[in-house]
Nanobody
Framework: QVQLVESGGGSVQAGGSLRLSCTAS?????????MGWFRQSPGKERERVAA???????TYADSVKGRFTISKDNAKNTLYLQMNSLKPEDTAMYYCARAGSSGFCYAADFVYWGQGTQVTVSS
């Protein structure tokens, strides 16, 4: 089965940086799927933070543009999210996710999820 495991979360002061990683296993052609990062905090709906498709094209939520960068290393089956200039409102549980075979990267297309890693940004 598809297995996604996040790491790299933690607590940081506002303005600081964190780099999240997601290691994937359990499927052969991982590079052909759209991969993404989502986040959710209490009282808020789940938000698609960033996504990257097979060709390497990326999309970002407006709230993180210019601060976050999504990337992947196909050889290592690893997805990354570099988060800079962190703000308290970035505090959330961050999830790594993989889309299905449709080739689309809309929020509804993601069907496999990691268990999440907590990011807490203090003022």
């Amino acid at each position: 089965q598809v297995q996604l495991v996040e790491s790299g979360g933690g607590s940081v002061q506002a303005g600081g940086s964190l780099r999240l990683s997601c290691t994937a296993s359990g499927y052969t052609y991982s590079s052909r799927y759209c991969m993404g990062w989502f986040r959710q905090s209490p009282g808020k709906e789940r938000e698609r933070v960033a996504a990257i498709n097979r060709a390497g094209s990326t999309t970002y939520a407006d709230s993180v543009k210019g601060r976050f960068t999504i990337s992947k290393d196909n050889a290592k089956n690893t997805l990354y999210l570099q988060m800079n200039s962190l703000k308290p409102e970035d505090t959330a549980m961050y999830y790594c996710a993989r889309a299905g075979s449709s080739g689309f990267c809309y929020a509804a297309d993601f069907v496999y999820w990691g268990q999440g890693t907590q990011v807490t940004v203090s003022s």
